[in-house]
């Protein structure tokens, strides 16, 4: 007959003599396919933990700005930026770039503009990209509160199939998470 394995495994103790017990976790099963809804899960998390959204509409908004500015200068002028479309390309490309193969403004407005739009895009542009990761991985983490919460819940639900011991580590847990809070909200001054 086979053995049954137990539903629980044992956390590393918070403190000596501690005993935690967390519902052990499925093995998961080696994945081939990009798992989609967990990146619209990780991209609907960083758009609402980070400012993602505000940085790249001022990015999109300076990039307007300056095309259009480049535009403004250029026109009539470069046989390149002919229209607001070839300045935006141009713009873009100066923006990831800095310094883009096909030939840029002609125009001394044009090119102090084109080379502001170099320099200030291209590290706006790689600084979103750094400011986000740093403010999402550098964020408190809650993780480890959660999963204990969760797993309070868990064994809650479970009371009756518990053992004494089992309930004792239960009461201790859930004592501790209500007077970490308690002391937390003590700790804030009042509004």
Same mark, same amino acid.
């Not at 535009?71 to 390309?89: D, K």
């Not at 090119?111 to 999402?136: E, P, R």
């Not at 479970?158 to 998470?177: F, I, K």
């Not at 970490?180 to 804030?188: E, F, N, P, T, Y």
């Given at each position: 007959?086979?053995?049954?394995?137990?539903?629980?495994? =044992? @956390?590393? $103790?918070?403190? %000596?003599?501690? *005993? !935690?017990?967390?519902?052990?976790?499925?093995? &998961?099963?080696? =994945? @081939?396919? $990009?798992?989609? %809804?967990?990146? *619209? !899960?990780?991209?609907?998390?960083?758009?609402? &933990?980070?400012?993602? @959204?505000?940085?790249?509409?001022?990015?999109?908004?300076?990039?307007?700005?300056?095309?259009?500015?480049?535009?403004?200068?250029?026109?009539?002028?470069?046989?390149?930026?002919?229209?607001?479309?070839?300045?935006?390309?141009?713009?873009?490309?100066?923006?990831?770039?800095?310094?883009?193969?096909?030939?840029?403004?002609?125009?001394?407005?044009?090119?102090?503009?084109?080379?502001?739009?170099?320099?200030?895009?291209?590290?706006?542009?790689?600084?979103?990209?750094?400011?986000?990761?740093?403010?999402?991985?550098?964020?408190?983490?809650?993780?480890?509160?959660?999963?204990?919460?969760?797993?309070?819940?868990?064994?809650?639900?479970?009371?009756?199939?518990?053992?004494?011991?089992?309930?004792?580590?239960?009461?201790?847990?859930?004592?501790?998470?209500?007077?970490?809070?308690?002391?937390?909200?003590?700790?804030?001054?009042?509004?």
């Amino acid at each position: 007959m086979k053995e049954e394995e137990e539903p629980f495994e =044992r @956390v590393r $103790p918070l403190r %000596p003599g501690d *005993v !935690i017990l967390r519902r052990k976790r499925p093995r &998961r099963k080696l =994945r @081939v396919l $990009p798992n989609i %809804p967990a990146m *619209v !899960i990780f991209l609907k998390d960083i758009s609402a &933990r980070t400012p993602l @959204v505000p940085l790249l509409l001022s990015l999109v908004g300076l990039w307007l700005l300056f095309s259009l500015g480049l535009y403004l200068a250029e026109g009539g002028v470069s046989e390149q930026i002919t229209s607001y479309g070839n300045a935006l390309w141009w713009s873009f490309g100066a923006m990831h770039t800095m310094g883009v193969n096909n030939p840029g403004p002609i125009t001394p407005a044009g090119m102090v503009i084109g080379g502001i739009w170099g320099i200030i895009g291209t590290v706006i542009f790689f600084g979103v990209i750094i400011a986000i990761f740093y403010a999402y991985f550098m964020r408190p983490r809650q993780r480890p509160s959660r999963e204990l919460i969760t797993a309070i819940q868990y064994n809650l639900g479970e009371l009756e199939d518990l053992s004494a011991s089992e309930l004792e580590a239960l009461r201790d847990a859930t004592t501790r998470v209500i007077d970490a809070q308690i002391s937390k909200l003590k700790g804030k001054p009042s509004g």
